[in-house]
């Protein structure tokens, strides 16, 4: 069975500054998903990692994926107000995905 | 991408009876999926929708408890028998399409049970 996990759970973040989200899953998986969920919506396709060392990158949030650690990282340059939200990442694997518990992050001034 | 209308966005259901929610998307899919996502958790697999046939139920849902139904390959739906309150979650579809690996969700239900 797949597990996927994420770390931290809650991420306070003072704007500007740079902060890192981590992934890892049990089993290998050949395609990760990032989500973001704001209160109360439905969640956000964020990206898709496909392969091996692969980088993508949408205004300040950065993703990236290494299989051979089983490990992805979201990582969120000078944060700003607007990124306040909960982020989940999840792997595919026999035909489903698996979510990771979500992180929530919170930007103050 | 896939447009999903899932329907209806909230309802409050008094215990014992039942809700059937409607997953409608503008495309033919591969997959689709329906996920419970309890207050402040993440999301958790029910079952996935197999066009024409029964659904495939993840460890800790049973068919009884959660019907679905998937007639063709744009439409699914899931029902939630006999509820009680501790059925009251956000109910989610999803769908995939192989081809483009994107994995895209509703609007979610969001399903209180008094």
């Known amino acids: 069975e797949l597990k996927v996990e994420q770390n931290p759970l809650f991420l306070s973040m003072q704007e500007g500054k740079n902060y890192t989200i981590y992934c890892n899953y049990s089993t290998t998986s050949d395609r990760l998903y990032w989500y973001r969920q704001d209160p109360g919506k439905s969640l956000e396709s964020l990206f898709v990692?496909?392969?091996?060392?692969a980088v993508k990158q949408e205004g300040r949030l950065m993703a990236s994926l290494d299989t051979k650690a089983r490990l992805s990282t979201l990582h969120i340059t000078a944060a700003v107000h607007d990124l306040s939200a909960t982020y989940f990442c999840?792997?595919?694997?026999?035909?489903?995905?698996?979510f990771g518990t979500g992180t929530r992050l919170q930007v103050t001034l | 991408s896939a447009v999903i209308s899932q329907k209806p966005s909230r309802d409050i259901c008094q215990r014992g009876t039942s809700l059937t929610i409607q997953c409608q998307v503008d495309?033919?899919?591969?997959?689709m999926f329906w996920y419970r996502q309890q207050p402040g958790q993440s999301l958790t697999l029910i079952a996935t929708?197999?066009?024409?046939?029964?659904?495939?139920?993840e460890s800790g849902f049973v068919i009884d408890k959660f019907p679905i139904s998937r007639p063709n390959l744009t439409f699914s739906t899931l029902t939630v028998s006999n509820m009680s309150p501790e059925d009251s979650s956000i109910y989610l579809c999803?769908?995939?399409?192989?081809?483009?690996?994107?994995?895209?969700f509703g609007q979610g239900t969001r399903l209180t049970v008094v």
């Open positions: 999803s769908v995939c399409r192989v081809a483009d690996t994107e994995a895209f």
């Open positions: 990692l496909l392969s091996n060392g």
């Open positions: 999840a792997a595919w694997f026999a035909s489903k995905l698996t």
């Open positions: 929708a197999n066009q024409g046939s029964e659904a495939t139920y």
């Open positions: 495309s033919q899919v591969t997959m």
